[in-house]
């Protein structure tokens, strides 16, 4: 059963592509919690939805791809710029002026192109984990991942490929899951992650990748550089799918506040649920004072 | 002492009246504090400077009227806008564009007509126990508000609130109304406080206040004053509040559209009886104002975390301090894993820093403790128990610190040896408590001094009573406690009134460390190769004159030093070595002719050793010093400081029944009684009681139980 149902839930159409959204609690101001890669849909936020829908308005919505959102073909419908036309579509349906922008991983791409090109809509942004071009992903990621060739049994990293995917989806993504929690006794937030992932396919998520090619360095950094909001960067010391050194750097980019998780690895909010609440919301009261 | 000076403290003067004010730290949103004067004055923040200041600018006033300020005659220098003048100078010549103001009952109502007209430099308005026409007060206020003009004869209880009684017997005013004012049982020290600050004023200017006072006269125009505040607000406001109902902290917050805070069974003077709890309320208003910046850092996974243990070691004296290193050693071979750090201040520090543990960095906040108690001690004189409860800022102080520590929450042990301050407060403010918690000691039971009469008999069994109500109430804050003794050792005195023996109570809530004495004392044959290293001769007597690490024992070391040449001519082998410590300059102590016997030597490290090779010691009644000697089975005097309970009852208690030492009155030894004691002593063989080894071991057990 789940802890909280949601207020309000609500669909849009935008070129073809129905996202769905839901809407918990009616406080201020206004947190989105955004979407992550489409590898798993917005269930992910269950721990932060009950209590920040207490002291806040909280939108969730499925990303393209995942959940009962749809999960068009083409790469195109992936990038970056998508994603943040769909946030800024739930936030017009629900009359939403301005939120605080809280994203994990991949969802720092749509976070920062709204901070940068959408500033009056941003209160502030919280980026956990972020996937950010700004340092080398893990050692063992470098080394070993290569999407697009066709790998014997893949082992590690060389799981993270488009071959691989069509052929064994569950072996990638128990594998992925495996690298999202490195913290010890995290079974059910890894079944938790494998069970969204196996809700979506390999075709949509391979799209989903090349979707990604234009988030060059050059351009995350312009986008970093340009935003002017309060930020706080959430990242675990241990995490392995993308390293601390890429939170510290988008901090210091964007002037934001660096918290560290030591032990953590990187899906903090499911795995040291308590520690992440009480940041989100001592974030959002300061900047939405 | 105060627990903090001061950073600047000066002067406004408007119409030439002056206004006195202090300016506390430099950093963060700026806080003025106003007192209700002039009954009362500056000093009654006693208990939130320190804490507030290391967040905020806290600038204080002395409304005109008491304190350092002037007390100009005749109502009008009290009249409407005056104070709220004066409030607006002070915040103009320390240069505070905005502040948040905190007022205490009738400065209430200068609080918020500032605000009111200086919306641009009030950001929030904190209201103590609100005295502002918006509800009824209660029915004792009637006669004398009726009354207050006529001659009455002999007015008594709220009656005397009169001007005619003030100008005949003022002071009973004060002594009746801060009694109805503090409910809240143990409260006597609040009290004293009080009265004292009322009575540094005069009649003729608290009916020139009163008479004068700018406030609203009635419900609509108090009601006008609170709907034009536009800044936040919060009321704290006790439901025993006799001199304000709590109705009207009630209506203010809800006109202010402010926010409430109801202490239940509080008084009328919260941030003097519940300064813990008023403090914190302060500094969360402030914080949600100025938007407290989100702080980054570390934070780690629960079972990431080393376990931690944080020592507080009481800093007077500095026996505590060895005795700690020593239950720490042993703890740590219990629980290698165990990482400690400690809450110390000097002169403890100097100790932890040789032995090189762990000190927080949040120490440097500390108030020293050891600077208070010989701030309060002179010729051989200290009395200990009315030290402790004037060191009561310090203690507040001192707590909030802690408590800043802990709740980062980095530790799962708090061991406090005798640290007072958390184990008081933890009390009062349950809640408040983070990790299990060791409380140690080396007595139990305040008792009076002869002398004290019956009104420090009662001032003792109230203390003693409130920490048995402490345990009663609370047995979870105290995880473990520990006597550093036996039973044996406690006083067979009573709690004084009607509470239980000492003895029997502790047994019940302590258990027994034995003594710990931090230092394994030298077996007999050790001792001539001790000597030799020492440069102590076979052929010489060696007398050490010693004193600990205090400012308090000059005037025993000259008593002893004239004692020098008949004790000299009494034992002709008497090498006399008198040892200053490091407060006492060994050649500001009035000297002799040279004499090759008598030497003066300042500080001298590990005395510990001498005084376990010497032939005979004169000492202070410490505990520490004389159970070191007690442990090295040397003859010894020991001089209790006069009025200190502990040395005079509980130390000699103990070396009574160990059998060791001779006590002496200083007051009546003159050099020729300590001469002749000298020579009766000396080089005595002594076969008293041996003092346990294993005290820190079985210290260091009962702790790591908890770990």
Not at chain 1, 83 to 89: E, G, I, N, Q, S
Not at chain 1, 176 to 184: D, L, Q, S
Not at chain 2, 72 to 95: F, H, K, R
Not at chain 2, 621 to 649: D, I, S, V
Request: charged share 25%.
């Amino acid at each position: 059963m789940r802890a909280v149902a949601a207020d309000a839930e609500g669909s849009f159409t935008r070129d073809g592509v129905t996202v769905h959204y839901a809407r918990h609690g009616s406080g201020t101001p206004t947190v989105v919690l955004l979407p992550t890669w489409s590898l798993v849909h917005s269930r992910h936020w269950k721990f932060q939805v009950p209590y920040l829908a207490r002291h806040f308005t909280v939108l969730t919505f499925d990303g393209r791809g995942s959940g009962r959102s749809d999960r068009p073909a083409s790469p195109a419908s992936y990038s970056a710029a998508e994603f943040a036309a769909d946030a800024l579509a739930v936030m017009d349906a629900t009359e939403t002026e301005r939120a605080v922008l809280v994203s994990v991983s991949r969802g720092a791409l749509w976070s920062l192109q709204l901070c940068a090109e959408h500033p009056e809509r941003v209160a502030g942004a919280i980026f956990i984990a972020p996937t950010v071009p700004f340092a080398l992903p893990p050692l063992e990621r470098v080394v070993l991942q290569r999407f697009d060739e066709v790998v014997e049994d893949p082992a590690g990293w060389e799981k993270y490929n488009a071959h691989h995917w069509k052929a064994d989806y569950r072996d990638f993504v128990e594998f992925f899951a495996g690298r999202m929690f490195t913290e010890p006794h995290s079974t059910k937030q890894h079944e938790d992650a494998v069970g969204w992932a196996l809700e979506t396919d390999p075709a949509t998520l391979i799209a989903t990748q090349y979707g990604l090619d234009h988030c060059t360095p050059q351009a995350i950094g312009r986008l970093a550089a340009a935003t002017r909001c309060p930020v706080l960067v959430i990242h675990g010391s241990d995490d392995a799918v993308r390293i601390h050194a890429q939170g510290a750097s988008l901090a210091e980019r964007t002037g934001g506040t660096l918290v560290t998780l030591e032990g953590s690895g990187h899906f903090p909010h499911t795995r040291d649920p308590v520690r992440v609440n009480l940041l989100i919301r001592q974030f959002v009261e300061g900047v939405g004072r | 002492m105060r627990a903090r000076r001061p950073d600047r403290a000066d002067v406004v003067e408007r119409d030439g009246v002056k206004v006195a004010y202090e300016v506390f730290g430099h950093d963060g949103p700026g806080l003025l504090l106003i007192p209700a004067a002039p009954i009362g004055h500056a000093r009654s923040w006693k208990g939130l400077v320190p804490f507030l200041s290391r967040h905020s600018t806290v600038v204080t006033v002395d409304p005109r009227g008491n304190g350092p300020s002037d007390r100009p005659a005749g109502s009008a220098a009290y009249g409407p806008g005056e104070m709220v003048a004066d409030q607006l100078a002070v915040l103009d010549a320390v240069g505070l564009t905005r502040a948040v103001v905190v007022a205490h009952c009738h400065a209430v109502p200068w609080a918020l007509r500032l605000a009111a007209e200086n919306a641009d430099r009030v950001s929030g308005v904190v209201a103590i126990a609100p005295a502002i026409a918006l509800a009824r007060r209660d029915q004792h206020w009637a006669e004398p508000t009726e009354r207050w003009a006529e001659e009455v004869d002999d007015p008594t209880g709220w009656g005397m609130c009169n001007r005619h009684f003030w100008r005949q017997d003022y002071p009973a005013w004060p002594r009746f109304f801060f009694d109805q004012l503090l409910p809240e049982p143990h409260s006597t020290k609040q009290y004293e406080d009080a009265v004292s600050w009322a009575l540094e004023t005069d009649p003729e200017t608290m009916i020139a206040e009163r008479e004068g006072r700018d406030a609203p006269r009635n419900r609509d125009a108090a009601e006008a004053l609170c709907r034009s505040i536009r800044c936040p607000t919060l009321v704290i406001h006790g439901t025993e509040d006799r001199c304000q109902p709590v109705a009207i902290g009630q209506q203010l917050a809800e006109l202010t559209g402010g926010t409430l805070a109801v202490l239940e069974g509080a008084g009328h003077l919260p941030q003097g009886r519940e300064p813990v709890k008023v403090n914190r309320l302060i500094k969360e208003f402030v914080d949600s104002i100025e938007g407290e910046p989100m702080r980054g850092g570390v934070w780690t996974r629960g079972l990431d975390r080393p376990k931690r243990a944080l020592y507080l070691s009481s800093p007077i004296g500095l026996g505590h301090a060895r005795r700690d290193v020593a239950v720490v050693k042993e703890l740590k071979r219990l629980r290698p894993e165990l990482e400690v750090d400690w809450l110390a201040q000097h002169p403890v520090t100097s100790v932890l820093e040789a032995e090189g543990e762990r000190i927080h960095p949040a120490s440097a906040w500390l108030a020293n403790e050891s600077a208070h108690m010989a701030s309060e001690s002179c010729e051989h004189d200290l009395h200990c128990f009315q030290a402790l409860r004037r060191m009561d800022e310090i203690l507040v102080a001192n707590f909030m610190v802690f408590q800043e520590v802990v709740e980062e929450g980095l530790y799962d042990l708090v061991i406090g040896d005798e640290a007072w301050d958390v184990d008081h407060f933890w009390h009062e403010n349950p809640e408040l408590k983070r990790g299990d918690h060791v409380w140690m000691t080396d007595f139990v039971g305040y008792l009076p001094m002869p002398d004290g009469g019956e009104h420090e008999a009662f001032l003792t069994a109230d203390y003693n009573a409130e920490m048995i109500e402490h345990i009663a109430r609370y047995p979870r804050i105290r995880d473990a406690a520990i006597f550093v003794g036996n039973p044996d050792d406690i006083v067979p005195d009573t709690f004084g009134g009607d509470l239980p023996g000492i003895r029997s109570w502790t047994e019940a809530h302590f258990a027994f460390s034995g003594y710990i004495t931090g230092f394994t004392p030298p077996d007999p044959d050790e001792i001539p190769a001790i000597r030799a290293e020492l440069g102590y001769h076979d052929d010489e007597q060696v007398c050490i004159v010693a004193v600990g690490g205090s400012g308090v024992g000059r005037a025993l070391l000259e008593k002893v030093i004239a004692a020098y040449p008949l004790a000299k001519r009494l034992t002709p082998e008497l090498r006399m070595v008198v040892v200053t410590g490091p407060r006492i300059d060994p050649g500001s102590l009035p000297s002799l002719p040279s004499d090759p016997g008598l030497e003066v030597r300042g500080y001298v490290d590990r005395l510990y050793r001498h005084l376990s090779v010497c032939d005979l010691a004169v000492v202070q009644g410490g505990l520490t010093t004389t159970m070191e000697l007690a442990a090295a089975k040397r003859p010894f005097l020991y001089f209790p400081l006069r009025h200190h309970f502990e040395q005079n009852f509980h130390v000699r208690h103990r070396l009574d029944r160990y059998g060791a030492g001779r006590c002496m009155d200083y007051t009546t030894s003159d050099p020729d009684v300590i001469a002749a004691a000298i020579a009766d002593h000396i080089g005595d063989t002594v076969a008293h009681r041996d003092v346990e080894t294993d005290g820190a071991a079985r210290a260091a057990r009962l702790i790591a139980e908890l770990v």
